[in-house]
């Protein structure tokens, strides 16, 4: 196991070019199995889950080829219908080809996911998604069975805005009989994204990136060729750090449309932005003012931005008043950041945060994705040397973060633990 050494003071200053979307990515490759045929899939990120997700259709039966962020894939030998606990445990999002394998293979085995850091992360959406179409759905020995004589079009509501669960039913019923209607979709980017390749694969599918979406079933999906979009929270996360530091950072590659409620609230705060087409400058302010958040699903201020901001908040003038409503569980890091003299007080999901004149380095351990994030930006602006432990977490969803902060001006490497 590595972990990341970073000595906290400089301001940070140049460009950073953001990498494709790990959550576009995972969904897109595994949509490669709804069809027989060679997809083409550019920008794609150099990431631990990713490396998981083709390892996982490698096991069902798809050819994949990697060259550089070019991956190519082949959904023409789909042959298994079963992803194993080894293999799900490693990511969750595997739970994404339980929609494909039951529109091709008109059944699946997969293990549940089980939880994590953040929360209990229930599919219980998902499968209620299937039944709907038809899909027989069985809980056995911590898998889920499903199988199906056919799908067939259906209404779906969902309880929750789910961003996978969207996504699964939106894989399962492209080839269903008839037509489906997802009601409460979620309407991340992702999702659209996900939406646009599909429909080039000749799928019939509107209304991505409301709340309702309408998918009317095909015979037949041809493969495609198609770049993944930028990691909005990765460039977030490199807009967090300039206004954190007081720097000076154009964010390239990036799609600023995506990034609404970050640019409002950083805007907010004193923080300078000013947006070129895929471009965006931004200048840190001397004062960083206080200001609250509270996550909501796409396009409120998201969940995935939370930690990121909480460092923010914790060098701020004044109180801020963070609320997570999407994860029960995700103010791990508050814990880390309080050992670095931040001054955070926890109620049921909300955090009150007041701003501390400096934060100090500190030994911390990394617990999850975006807390692991969060951990280095507090380095970044702390007196001193921070060292952040278990930073595997890190690389499931950041591509080479300490060469691109480093790039910056940071003072921050890698080393073996
Ligand atoms: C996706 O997770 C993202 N992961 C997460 O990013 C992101 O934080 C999350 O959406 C919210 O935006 C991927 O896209 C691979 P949800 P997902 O289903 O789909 C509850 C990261 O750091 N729920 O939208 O798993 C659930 O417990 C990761 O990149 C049910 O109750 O999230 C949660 O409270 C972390 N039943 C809420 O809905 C279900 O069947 C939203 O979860 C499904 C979800």
Redesign the pocket.
């Known amino acids: 196991m590595d972990k990341i050494i970073v000595e906290g003071g400089a301001s940070l200053e140049g460009e950073v070019k953001i990498s494709g979307a790990?959550?576009a990515a995972?969904p897109i490759l595994v949509s490669s199995l709804l069809a027989d045929g060679w997809n083409t899939y550019s920008n794609v990120p150099d990431l631990k889950d990713v490396k998981s997700i083709k390892q996982l259709l490698l096991y069902l039966g798809a050819k994949v080829e990697t060259d550089g962020s070019t991956v190519r894939i082949d959904g023409g030998g789909l042959c298994k219908s079963e992803a194993s606990y080894d293999l799900v445990r490693k990511m969750?999002?595997s739970i994404l080809v339980l929609g494909p394998l039951v529109a091709r293979l008109k059944k699946a085995k997969v293990s549940l996911p089980g939880g994590c850091a953040?929360?209990?992360?229930?599919?219980?959406?998902?499968l209620k998604g299937l039944a709907r179409l038809g899909a027989s759905i069985e809980l056995k020995h911590g898998y889920v069975e499903v199988s199906t004589e056919g799908l067939r079009g259906s209404e779906i509501y969902f309880d929750?805005?789910?961003?996978?669960?969207t996504e699964n039913l939106i894989m399962a019923a492209v080839l269903a009989d008839g037509v489906t209607v997802l009601r409460n979709a979620?309407c991340?980017p992702?999702i659209v994204a996900l939406v646009d390749v599909l429909n080039k694969m000749g799928a019939d599918i509107h209304g991505a990136g409301t709340s309702v979406i309408t998918i009317k079933g095909v015979q037949s999906l041809r493969p495609v060729s198609v770049s993944i979009i930028p990691d909005r929270?990765e460039a977030g996360t490199f807009m967090v750090s300039a206004a954190l530091t007081r720097g000076n950072i154009t964010i390239l590659n990036c799609e600023p449309t995506h990034m609404g409620a970050v640019i409002h609230k950083l805007r907010l705060i004193g923080t300078d932005i000013k947006i070129d087409d895929k471009k965006i400058h931004v200048v840190g302010s001397d004062e960083i003012e206080s200001v609250d958040i509270k996550t909501l699903?796409y396009p409120g201020f998201?969940?995935?931005m939370q930690a990121q901001f909480m460092v923010l908040m914790s060098v701020a003038k004044g109180l801020s008043n963070i609320s997570e409503t999407?994860?029960?569980n995700r103010f791990i890091h508050v814990s880390e950041l309080k050992r670095m003299g931040a001054d955070i007080t926890i109620s049921g999901n909300s955090a009150m945060v007041k701003g501390v004149p400096m934060l100090l380095g500190a030994p911390v351990i990394a617990t999850d994705?975006?807390a692991s994030a969060s951990l280095i930006l507090a380095g970044l602006v702390a007196k001193g040397k921070t060292e952040v432990h278990r930073v595997y977490h890190l690389d499931r969803?950041y591509e080479a973060i300490e060469k691109k902060f480093s790039q910056l001006g940071a003072s921050i490497k890698r080393v073996p633990e």
């Not at 953040?118 to 998902?126: D, E, K, S």
């Not at 929750?160 to 669960?165: F, P, R, S």
């Open positions: 790990k959550n995972l969750r999002a953040i929360g209990a992360r229930p599919i219980n959406l998902h929750i805005a789910t961003v996978t669960g979620a991340e992702e929270i699903p998201p969940t995935d999407v994860f029960e994705l975006r969803g």
